[in-house]
């Protein structure tokens, strides 16, 4: 049980363009998902928390307007970095808090290379 | 704010050998966790330290908790080369994980 999917696993794109990062759990409702942003040889960094139904709340510093999240339902949370660029190129690891045990699962992460 | 730091940040072991990485954390944190994680990969969850004087085992690996010190270990005992990994302890600040640096462990024959 507790499993958080993310897709796409590995995503190389364009500067300039957008690209969309699903998160899901998928055994059990997640009323609470995290977006973390690593890069190597580094700690994990929190990006913002995603509360279902209402705006997400970003840490300081994060652009929210470049990396927009929105978390529709209680097993899907989504984050979309706009514009991107080769500085935004990192490893995207999302985490679901469990409505119930309120324990965090994290997802298997998305590798973002921008050319 | 919570802050957590990690010593050492990196750690090279000979197999067979034991070692302590140290988690100190700065404020109250309701509970303390520890990961690893493999290259290329996300977090795989090790230990989840609810209380003072918490200890869990989980075969070569043994992790502690003392909360009036803000201080959680993560013993290895006779490593072994699959032990290789970086290690991140974790404390909980208002449901949000604050992460450590991480111990990059290298264990060599």
């Known amino acids: 049980g507790a499993v958080v999917s993310q897709h796409p696993s590995r995503v190389i794109c364009k500067s300039g363009t957008s690209v969309k990062i699903e998160c899901r759990s998928l055994?059990?409702?997640?009323?609470?998902m995290f977006w973390y942003r690593q890069f190597p040889k580094q700690s994990l960094m929190l990006m913002a928390t995603?509360?279902?139904?209402?705006?997400?709340?970003?840490e300081q510093g994060v652009e929210k307007d470049k990396f927009l999240i929105n978390h529709a339902s209680l097993t899907l949370s989504t984050l979309t970095v706009t514009s991107a660029h080769p500085e935004d190129s990192s490893f995207y690891i999302c985490?679901?808090?469990?409505?119930?045990?309120?324990?965090?699962?994290f997802g298997p992460g998305t590798r973002l290379t921008v050319t | 704010e919570l802050k957590v730091e990690q010593n050492p940040l990196f750690l090279s072991m000979q197999e067979g050998k034991n070692y302590t990485i140290y988690c100190n954390y700065s404020?109250?944190?309701?509970?303390l966790y520890w990961y690893r994680q493999d290259p290329g990969k996300s977090l795989e969850s090790l230990f989840v330290?609810?209380?003072?004087?918490a200890v869990k085992q989980e075969g070569r690996l043994m992790a502690s908790l003392d909360t009036k010190a803000r201080l959680s270990t993560l013993h290895i005992t006779a490593a072994v080369h699959d032990l290789s990994a970086t290690y991140f302890c974790?404390?909980?600040?208002?449901?949000?994980?604050?992460f450590g640096q991480g111990t990059e462990l290298s264990v060599k024959p």
């Open positions: 404020t109250t944190s309701d509970r």
């Open positions: 330290l609810l209380s003072n004087g």
């Open positions: 985490s679901a808090r469990d409505r119930e045990s309120y324990e965090q699962y």
């Open positions: 055994d059990f409702q997640a009323t609470t």
């Open positions: 995603s509360n279902e139904g209402s705006k997400a709340t970003y």
């Open positions: 974790a404390g909980n600040q208002g449901g949000k994980l604050i």
